[in-house]
């Protein structure tokens, strides 16, 4: 048992905990918010400088062989600060997908432009009808000679507004929510036939709406020609949702030293209003919270990399659960202890929590994952 | 002990029922089912259909405009409005600065401001809450002072909401700073129009604009503007805020949201089934019905309770309605969240008036208020007395502690 960081790992929190202390202030968040991509290129070429974004990369495609817990440290980090970029989109779901899915050519001619930042890319999966259930997918995939053809609407897909290349999922055989049957392929952003509708999201981040018009794909760009995609695709989200626990736990502990710098220096009847019990056991059952979703954040970690798919699943779908069973308590109590002032806009802990209660619905809320958990064998024994 | 209400009762209910259905007009209707925020002329527009109809201030003594009803009939009366999708009434003007008017004011000041907050002529806000006096209202800072026949005022106020519209404000301002800091407080109506005053928006969480900063730099206000007997003011705000007991509970508008949840939930949006047929959801739905319920019956109980108590003494039961009808509230706007789904993402803007953009919406052509409601009601349990200070008040005045 040990919950240590290597040298190389404390080393990379250190750097990117810097990073986002010296430039991540709440203001610059709001500039790089306002400007037209929604967030800062010159930040995501200095997370490439020190080396964030091909951290999760093997060191034969380029990168420089980390794996889950540097992906947990770099969010966990990108959590507190609220950051942008498309880390999530471009490095954790896309990257995901190349990374253990694309042949040795497809990698080659991807990871390094990953690496070094130049190459924005985001996962076209979700679609209007599909909710949480990652095999309902309506769009098609024709064979026409050795390339494919593809047709159908993805939404809700993350920084997919400014991303260079879509890894698309559309179906070659079934019907609509059947497991067997889904083919990945990596499609321009620009490329003939491909439309897309950007627009901001409630926590402040970017997604675009994604038409697919008889999109020609050549057969160097099939991801996973056979049509079984599905096990990979589960395998990346279940990667995603580890990360995104790790943002969950960012923002909540950051919520709650707000709350807690707040109790101390708000005052109201002649005294800081942190002197009132009430208030200290509020605060005290958030740390509770907090604890129990690092805890379920450090499983998800560990767990995202197990062979086994239906353990895997499992501690991912608890930890889902847990975090967004936390993340809304902390979310809603921190305003709370606020009053007034947690309720503007101008004020960080507003979009801690709008960030939060976002995080909870990506990639099935905490009642679908408690659902699926319930149908499973236990988590326990 | 009965529970039903009398023939006449059911009577009444049918009544008001019926107007609103054929007076309210449907796009403002439209506006309030689907979680919008009514703009200033919808709410000036339904007021001014009220009020033709003798109905807009119905607690009001009958010679200022009420209609002389019982409790109960008030309560179904709130009640339809609220399930019919109509508006909520300006409370600034109808449930604060009016009562407090004809209650404590001088007759030229309620023949000048009654029939007109009856009419909503003058849009009224309330300028109590201050940067440094929020739960310890008492503590607040603004001043007032004597000055060649007329009060200056000096000072800020925050949290003001719908002061962007506002003709008058009324005043929380220190008249004597030698005393204890309750008696020394006075209430005072200020022409939002007077030189020196200036309002800043202040956007919520939600991007909506409801609230706003309120300063007075050197406001010269008549001295005729003093409502009752200067530093008598934390009385009759004690008063004001005891009045907002009728319909606290917001149960007619919480019934309206289960409505709407109801059927959003048998769309087949996403996923395996409509949302109406997942067990868990409709267990989750339940409860909160269950709870609403109960506040309903709570609600009928301290209004039945009114008739045996002192008239105009707040009711410490009303902590009860306010803590358990904000935490419903927030709860269907959870359900509201569990409806959508991921379609809950986009962030759509609207207008000032209300009204959408002209581009197609993304995603259900309903989904776009749900996340900006559900984030902005957790002000429910913050304004108005936060639920802490509810608690305060139900420890102190019910249990003795
Ligand atoms: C959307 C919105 C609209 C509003 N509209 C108006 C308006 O039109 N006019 C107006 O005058 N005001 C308005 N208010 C202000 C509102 O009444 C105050 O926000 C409220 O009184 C709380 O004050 P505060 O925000 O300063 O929080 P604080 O009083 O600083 O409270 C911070 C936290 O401390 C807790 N707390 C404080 N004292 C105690 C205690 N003794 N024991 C236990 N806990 C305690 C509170 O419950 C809260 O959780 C509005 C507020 C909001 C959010």
Redesign the interface.
Known sequence: MNFDLTEEQQLLKDSVTRLLADRYSFENRKTFQASPDGWSRDLWRQYAEIGLLGVAFSEADGGFGGGPVETMLISEAFGKALALEPYLATIVLAGGLIRRGGDAEQRAALIPSIASGELLLAFAHAERQSGHDLFDVGASAKKDGASFVLNGEKGLVLHGDCADKLIVSARSAGARRDKAGIGLFLVDAKADGVSRRGYPTQDGMRAAEVTLTNVRVEPKDVLAANGDALPLIERIVDEAIAASSAEAVGAMSEALDMTVDYLKTRKQFGVPIGSFQALQHRASDMVVALEQARSMMMLATMMSAEENAAERRKAISAAKVQIGRSARFIGQQSIQLHGGIGMTMEYKLGHLFKRLTMIDILFGDADYHLERLSKSDGLIG | MDLRFTDDELAFREEVRGFVKSNLPASIKQKIVEGRHPGKDDIVAWTRILNKKGWSVPHWPKEWGGTGWSPVQLLIFNDELQQGGAPEPLAFGTSMVGPVIYTFGSDAQKRRFLPRIANIDDWWCQGF?EP?????LA?LKTTAKQEGGEWVINGQK??TTLAQYADWIFVLARTDGTVKKQEGISFILVDMKSPGVTVRP????D?GHE?NEVFFDNVRVPLENLVGEENKGWNYAKFLLGNERNGIARVGISKARLKRIRELASLH????RPKIEDP??RMKLAAVEVELKALEMTQLRVIAGERNREKGKPDPASSVLKIKGSEIQ?ATSELL??VV????????SEREDGDRWNEPP??PDWASTI??T??NL??V???GG???IQ??IIAKAILGL
């Open positions: 809450s440094g006096a929020g739960s310890d503590g925050t949290w202040i956007q919520t969480l991007g609230v949006v996403y996923g395996e868990l959801f927030q969240m569990d789904g991921p379609y809950a993402l986009p962030y759509q993304v995603g996340a900006p559900y984030f957790r002000k349990s913050i304004y936060s639920n802490e608690r305060g």
